[in-house]
């Protein structure tokens, strides 16, 4: 078991493989937090259950001659506003007198022996090892009870969290503020990383010293964004990539969210992450509960990769669907952009049979009259001027070919010019009387309607069903910004769940992908219902490294898709060798986004190479341990490696990115290996100790040019 309720002291441990959480309760009243690291054995935790006098810190009602009982100063797990902690709150509602005051006491616990869903949103499955702490809080006046959730994965360093605010009382309360986690660590030595970006540059890493005061990562766009991922990480100030502490902190929503840190007077630091908090409030009638997305926490005492590879085994153990086959395919965006025929898409699609590709998608433009992205977004129906024989005409092309068909929609969108608009115009979400904005020429539909969610099941149900489809492209490209209530981004994502939840259901074996204008909705949730994403729009592989990498701090490589394009590349004019663009783009779900008539006979047959290779390297990445070998940014290259789990074959890409002339004795040093297996280079049949390539490293060439890839494959020697 790992939960154990220690008596005497009233104290919970929970124990991870290598860590331990301690949550104590102060005086049978107050829950606090004691300590979270490394796994301790521990004699007597209430030694850890300390209070002090600070001045200024207010004491509760009974406590008049304890001035030392402050919530100001107790570290807590479930703060809450107006009874004396003056840092953030987790939880704040509003009376229906005004008081915004909640006086949360402990009021028992629960083992439970299976982990809770989520009413409406996606979480986490348990696994073989995993138990469940409930908490229970209550505020006396108010009768609203909270329920903390813990979830321990007993074999993992990972705990996941969430709220269910219950209104027992006779009154509606109004909840303003409801975090899926608080916690307070003992002090404030760590920095602080990020993942921050834009459209065409997602998840790049940003480490910053963490400071006094309060820092904030947040969306407040209606989807978990480009710009910050909801993921943050602490770092202890000496933790490498492979050595030091690291608290990782993911949130499994793709609505508008914030992950904030304070660090306070006496350098304590309060860590929550959340639904945002921002133009939010939640009516809460009489026995209404209302439950917060999961939160997933991991600790690693391995520095940035420990942390990555219990995210990584977690969500290809918990979260990804296993039913999808994750094909090769061909996506016409980058060659033909909204300008194809019948004509165009015969010619591509058969230049691409014998290719060893598996899947055509065509994307944007097949539907309404959109020869633009001004119009028709909600009319799913084809275009015929475009595809006189309809999808089917197309769908026949691709069975010709020896191709499965994949399509795309972007089925959350409506455009003013549109049947759908002129029908519905009710069904976009826009403000009474003011004049809606635009953004990409579009308005966003209103999922937090039930009425809309079930237009969306009907309308891409009536296209999937005429059709033998095995692939949907699920695109979004544009935030909310008219948001007309304070309950309408959340109530949007529980709509979104709605639809995907239904339509996956009812479709099991269409694989969707994800796509938010590339990685704008690169979250937990969202992997739960399309479980790849095209990860960015910028496709250039030298972008993709940084890109790639970042994400990978997160989310499994098998989450991502890269497509090699066409050079010069159409986001940033860069010419990169062919053969880098696909090393980059195999480390992830592999594809072209081009048409294959325009590669030259060599690059066709290095097409077949890449598919051929990519097979093998597939069977490797689904079932392997990643490793960052080299960091981009600040670097002069980028490595990374896939480690067959039984360490029996590796795959190394190697991306040198400026060339220079000094022709450096450079030795790339690999990682996770065996030391005392025998690997074999699959290429030159030279042969290396896994100590040797551990320590000594491969000696890289001399680089021929600027943007070199190098791909190194090894097996164990048989002999
Ligand atoms: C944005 C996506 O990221 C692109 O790949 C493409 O599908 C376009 N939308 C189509 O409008």
């Not at 910053?208 to 202890?236: C, D, Q, V």
């Not at 759908?420 to 999922?447: E, F, G, M, T, W």
């Not at 639809?499 to 937990?524: A, N, Q």
């Not at 490589?557 to 880098?580: A, C, D, E, I």
Request: with cysteine.
């Amino acid at each position: 078991m790992s939960i154990t309720y220690h008596v005497q002291s009233n104290v919970f441990q929970l124990d991870g493989k290598n860590s331990t959480y301690l949550i104590g309760v102060y005086d049978n009243r107050f829950l606090t937090s004691l300590y979270y690291g490394k796994k301790l054995e521990i004699l007597n935790p209430s030694r850890l259950m300390v209070t002090r006098e600070l001045g200024f810190s207010p004491s509760p009602h009974e406590d008049f001659y304890k001035r030392y009982v402050s919530l100001d100063t107790l570290p807590s797990e479930c703060p809450s506003f107006g009874y004396g902690d003056f840092r953030i709150p987790a939880i704040t509602i509003e009376q229906n007198d005004g008081s915004r005051c909640l006086d949360l006491r402990y009021a028992g616990y629960e083992i439970l022996t299976k982990k809770p869903s989520i009413k409406g949103i996606p979480s986490l499955k348990e696994d073989d090892n995993c138990d469940t702490l409930k908490i229970i809080l209550k505020d006396k006046l108010t009768k609203v009870e909270v329920n903390l959730y813990y979830n321990v994965y007993n074999d993992r360093d990972v705990i996941t969290r969430h709220m269910i605010i219950r209104n027992k009382g006779d009154e509606k309360i109004n909840i303003t503020k409801a975090m899926s986690c608080s916690f307070d660590l003992r002090d404030n030595n760590f920095n602080l990383l990020q993942l921050i970006g834009c459209h065409c540059e997602e998840r790049h890493i940003e480490v910053t010293p963490l400071r006094h005061g309060i820092s904030k990562i947040e969306s407040r766009r209606g989807s978990s964004s480009h710009m910050l991922n909801p993921f943050f990480a602490l770092l202890r100030k000496d933790t490498t990539e492979d050595v030091g502490e690291v608290y990782g902190i993911n949130l499994v929503y793709s609505g508008s969210y914030e992950g904030t840190i304070e660090v306070d007077q006496r350098h304590t630091t309060r860590v929550q992450m959340g639904i945002s908090s921002f133009d939010f409030s939640w009516p809460l009638d009489v026995k209404e509960s209302f439950e917060t997305p999961e939160v997933v926490m991991v600790y690693s005492n391995g520095g940035l990769n420990g942390m990555s590879q219990q995210f990584h085994n977690l969500y290809n153990d918990c979260l990804l669907k296993k039913q999808y086959y994750h094909p090769i395919v061909v996506n016409n965006w980058e060659a033909t952009y909204f300008g194809f025929d019948e004509e165009k898409l015969d010619k591509l699609i058969s230049s691409a049979k014998g290719l060893g590709i598996e899947t055509f998608v065509l994307d944007d433009g097949w539907f309404g009259k959109r020869n633009n992205d001004e119009s028709s977004l909600g009319d799913w129906y084809v275009n015929k001027e475009k595809l006189p024989h309809g999808l089917e005409g197309v769908a026949e092309m691709c069975k010709k070919n020896g191709l499965k068909f994949g399509l795309w929609f972007e089925p959350e969108m409506i455009s003013e010019d549109s049947d759908l608009y002129r029908a519905h115009p009710d069904y976009a979400i826009k403000i009474p009387n003011r004049p809606h904005l635009y953004s990409r020429c579009q308005l966003v539909l209103d999922l937090s309607r039930k009425e809309v969610c079930d237009y969306i099941i009907d309308a891409i149900s009536k296209v999937v069903d005429k059709l033998d489809i095995s692939y949907i492209k699920w695109d979004f490209n544009r935030n909310i910004s008219e948001t007309y209530s304070k309950q309408l981004t959340h109530k949007y994502v529980l709509g979104l769940y709605y639809v995907l939840e239904t339509l996956t259901k009812k479709y099991p074996k269409i694989m969707i992908e994800g796509c938010s204008g590339g990685g704008g909705r690169f979250d937990p949730a969202m992997l739960y219902y399309t479980p790849q994403i095209w990860t960015s729009d910028d496709s250039d592989a030298i972008e993709r490294l940084y890109i790639q990498y970042g994400t990978s701090l997160v989310y499994p490589p098998t989450t991502m898709v890269g497509h090699v394009s066409v050079t010069p590349n159409h986001q940033t004019g860069r010419v990169t060798p062919f053969k880098t663009r696909g090393i980059v783009a195999m480390s992830a779900n592999f594809g072209y986004e081009l048409n294959p008539q325009v590669l030259t006979e060599q690059e066709r047959e290095m097409v077949k190479d890449q598919t051929k290779t990519y097979r093998n390297l597939k069977k490797v990445i689904y079932n392997s341990d990643f490793y960052r070998l080299r960091n981009p940014f600040g670097g002069k290259d980028c490595a990374w490696s896939f480690v067959r789990k039984d360490k029996k074959e590796v795959y190394v890409m190697y991306v040198r990115i400026l060339n220079s002339a000094t022709n450096e004795f450079d030795w790339l040093v690999l990682k996770g290996l065996d030391s005392k297996k025998i690997y074999v280079n699959v290429e030159t049949n030279e042969k290396f100790s896994g100590s040797e390539l551990m320590s000594a490293g491969i000696l890289l060439p001399r680089h021929p040019y600027d943007f070199n890839g190098i791909m190194y494959h090894f097996k164990e020697d048989k002999e």
